[in-house]
């Protein structure tokens, strides 16, 4: 029942991340943005896009 409720991208998701848990050797060739991204929300996610770009303009205008 509650399956039937979730998103499919919140299903494809679970899937994939069971396939990780199920198969470590799978990423052996590490994980990038999409892994960080994926298991964080899209606010955490443009909280931390906001942050590195603040954080560049503060270096360039205190350090150059």
Request: proline share 5%.
């Amino acid at each position: 029942m509650i399956d039937e409720k979730e998103s499919p991208e919140r299903r494809r998701e679970k899937m994939r991340q069971e396939e990780l848990k199920g198969n470590p050797s799978g990423s052996i060739h590490g994980s990038g943005l999409p892994d960080l991204v994926g298991s964080v929300s899209w606010k955490s996610t443009g909280i931390l896009i906001l942050l590195i770009i603040l954080g560049v303009i503060i270096y360039s205008v205190f350090f150059r």
